[in-house]
């Protein structure tokens, strides 16, 4: 690695590292790293995957990470895992990883990780489930995190997930299982996003479910089930079973930037963080990186879904929804 190589990786390293801590704003870590956004969410996105020095770009690796990270082998095995998915639905993910090396028929010195074909195959499963119009039907979700708290309990997630897009449409932290205020919280960060980041959405004519995990209170849970009901969103109103976190790995990974899912320890036991650091995280803090870690996701999703049709406004049901889920 040159001098000039050394430097760029470095401030690239430390950009990248700094924002996805929620130490710095995007903005920032853009001027530091000096790449562009797009740029700068793929090499972020591959280095959170391989913490690898080639992960980096610019030839930042030595020659053996960059071997294990072969452009050419990437791209041979991006061309054919569409095919492979779609040829062999409700296989496993081990068994398309299997099946797009055979196909990709790349020497095997220069193939990624196993974790990096994974996260290759899961991506493309996510891309095939996904309509390209939101709306037609939302996934309410909550989980502990990997954030621990100031009492050693991690922080819980909830989330409003699109199910056709994957899209994080509302997302907050809070200290409870209460889904009440979770769900409420994180509807009106929905209300907001919509209006924003999300303004070009194209959605569905209609909403027709709402799925829902909700806490370890059977009384409350039914209550807030019962409210949804009474408002006559013209959707089918579903109560999951108490599996916490299930809905956000299916449509979107067990992690997204700073924020990992720990769903065993919602209900009981000390918050799981990165390499054991109990510091506690503020509110505040916890919600600033899962600010940072949701954008990232919504701009990736974004940018392949592309141009598709639908109405311009969301549907009356998801408006509904929002406005009895806020209040």
Do not use: C
Not at 88 to 112: H, M
Not at 127 to 151: C, E, Y
Not at 167 to 196: K, P, S
Not at 248 to 262: D, N
């Amino acid at each position: 690695m040159t001098p000039a190589q050394r430097t760029r990786a470095r401030r690239r390293l430390e950009a990248i590292l700094a924002w996805q801590a929620g130490d710095i704003t995007l903005g920032s870590a853009l001027e530091a790293s000096g790449l562009s956004r797009t740029r700068f969410y793929t090499i972020s996105a591959e280095f959170r995957e391989s913490r690898t020095l080639a992960s980096l770009g610019a030839f930042a690796g030595s020659p053996a990470s960059r071997q294990r990270l072969d452009p050419e082998a990437i791209n041979a095995l991006q061309a054919v895992v569409a095919d492979v998915v779609a040829m062999n639905d409700g296989a496993s993910v081990s068994e398309l990883v299997r099946l797009l090396v055979d196909a990709a028929d790349i020497d095997e010195q220069k193939l990624p990780g196993s974790t990096r074909l994974r996260s290759i195959v899961e991506t493309e499963l996510r891309r095939k489930q996904a309509t390209g119009q939101a709306g037609h039907a939302v996934k309410l979700g909550l989980s502990a995190i990997n954030l621990p708290r100031a009492d050693g309990r991690p922080h819980i997630l909830f989330t409003l997930i699109d199910e056709g897009t994957q899209l994080i449409l509302g997302a907050w932290t809070g200290g409870t299982t209460n889904e009440i205020e979770g769900y409420r919280q994180a509807a009106r960060n929905a209300i907001e996003r919509i209006e924003g980041m999300l303004s070009e959405l194209k959605w569905a004519d209609r909403l027709t479910r709402i799925d829902i995990e909700v806490g370890d209170d059977r009384e409350r849970s039914a209550a807030f089930r019962s409210r949804l009901i009474e408002a006559d969103l013209g959707a089918g109103i579903n109560i999951a079973p108490t599996r916490y976190g299930r809905y956000f790995r299916k449509l979107v990974g067990p992690r997204i930037g700073r924020i990992e899912i720990t769903p065993g320890r919602t209900e009981k036991g000390q918050a799981s963080p990165d390499n054991g650091d109990m510091t506690p995280w503020t509110d505040d803090a916890a919600r600033t990186a899962l600010t940072i870690a949701v954008e990232q996701h919504n701009t990736d999703i974004l940018g392949r879904l592309g141009q598709y049709s639908g109405r311009s406004v969301m549907p009356d049901g998801l408006a509904k929804a929002l406005r009895v889920l806020a209040t």
